[in-house]
């Protein structure tokens, strides 16, 4: 049997001793990222909405196999958002740029009664043309026809999921509508979750239904936070679990009712999205802080977009062979950039004399000295740069998986991922 074939669908239970920490963790740390958020000014604030809103839809794309340009989507972005220091392309495609809408639309009106007008509207936005994959597909209304998530070869097929008969569809969603629509008995991070898994679980549209899912689930998080400024979402954290989220998912869907595998899942992915928050954040001020201190030096244009993409995170690793992919021109033109850089102060060599050398961009050297205790530290195959800074403020900074596998092997050397990760420290 199917979840929503009980009779007592759908009154979901689950134990709150087994979710009790992690509720108290993912708070806290919702508490803390707002209290950051709290010192930074209003071009920043956009410019961290921006990052996170990027990523959102970048990732949230990839869960349905769909890649999308990050440039093309973060220029749509700061278009709509009307954030001019953000380097804009001339074009971008309508179906980002519908994408991009509809995540707005849902940020700047979390407090909207939801519809079945606004989902299907939203829905429409993802298929402007009508097709998915090559396929003709029902838009901008609830689908009529059997519901089957499968997998394998034809004629091989597994069957994952049978979503509720297109006779119950209009029903369900009424009701899913109208619970969504009301006051809350229970914490909003838990609603978040309830949300994502019923939506998904009636599958009303014929495509789309994760990305609506996740849409809803951000929504009931901004009416807690009671706040249009996105700063975390769970897309970037699904996506990097996305073997996991989809066997969870099965396993509940299978089951009566009993979701606390499906809330202990959500809870450790929310705690990881609002990690994946305080990088942006710290890299939007590092960003800020180095274009500073770099004001009046002389760059050329090309110099300027490229560490742009390296503070973005675009590469982790600066070398004349990424620096020459990036600008699709030749070694002897990116060995002359580098160099010029090095001469103004702006990169360092990591390790002096290698064979191969990699560089790193100097925001704030005098950072280091006021740093003790540092150690790089793996936690659920994530690394962190942890340490005291100024004898009191505890540092705990996300790292990226290839700076800190560099730094392990001795390719890179400790006070450079903490000028990399931490001069907004010292403002």
């Not at 990523?55 to 794309?61: A, C, H, K, R």
């Not at 996506?239 to 009712?257: A, C, F, M």
């Amino acid at each position: 049997m199917y979840i929503h074939e009980y009779d007592n669908w759908p009154n979901f239970r689950w134990d709150n001793k087994q979710i009790a920490l992690l509720l108290d963790k993912a708070s806290r740390a919702q508490g803390l990222l707002y209290g950051r958020l709290s010192n930074l000014g209003f071009d920043d604030k956009l410019k961290a909405i921006a990052e996170n809103l990027t990523f959102d839809i970048v990732q949230s794309s990839e869960i349905e196999g769909i890649h999308l340009n990050r440039e093309d989507v973060r220029s749509s972005i700061a278009r709509r958002l009307g954030i001019d220091s953000i380097k804009q392309s001339n074009v971008s495609s309508h179906y980002i740029d519908g994408i991009v809408n509809v995540m707005v639309d849902a940020m700047e009106h979390y407090d909207r009664k939801l519809t079945k007008q606004n989902l299907c509207a939203w829905q429409s936005a993802f298929f402007p043309t009508g097709f998915s994959g090559g396929s003709k597909i029902e838009v901008g209304c609830y689908r009529t026809h059997e519901e089957h998530i499968v997998s394998g070869y034809l004629g091989r097929e597994r069957i994952h999921y049978v979503a509720p008969s297109p006779q119950r569809v209009e029903e369900e969603m009424t009701r899913f509508i109208n619970w969504f629509n009301d006051a809350p008995d229970e914490s909003y991070i838990i609603r978040s979750a309830i949300a994502h898994l019923w939506f998904v679980s009636i599958h009303p549209f014929e495509d789309g239904n994760g990305r609506l899912s996740r849409i809803l689930s951000d929504i009931i998080l901004a009416r807690g936070d009671q706040s249009q400024l996105r700063f975390y979402n769970i897309s970037t954290a699904i996506n990097k679990d996305k073997r996991h989220y989809y066997s969870i998912l099965e396993r509940v869907q299978h089951g009566d009712g009993e979701i606390t595998e499906w809330l202990v899942w959500f809870l450790k992915i929310l705690i990881s999205s609002i990690d994946d928050a305080n990088a942006i954040v710290s890299a939007v001020l590092n960003k800020s802080l180095f274009w500073i201190k770099a004001a009046g030096i002389a760059l050329n244009k090309r110099e300027v977009d490229t560490l742009n993409k390296f503070l973005d995170g675009y590469e982790a690793k600066i070398t004349t062979k990424s620096w020459a992919a990036l600008n699709k021109c030749s070694k002897d033109t990116a060995i002359r950039d580098i160099k010029d850089l090095i001469e103004k102060g702006i990169l360092h060599e990591d390790n002096p004399g290698a064979k191969r050398p990699s560089y790193s961009i100097y925001i704030n050297e005098d950072i280091v000295d006021d740093f003790t205790e540092i150690t790089v530290d793996k936690d659920n195959d994530i690394y962190f740069l942890n340490g005291i800074y100024k004898g009191s403020k505890t540092i705990h900074e996300r790292l990226l998986a290839l700076d800190a596998e560099r730094y392990l092997a001795g390719n890179v050397p400790l006070k450079h991922l903490i000028v990399k990760y931490c001069s907004y420290l010292n403002t």
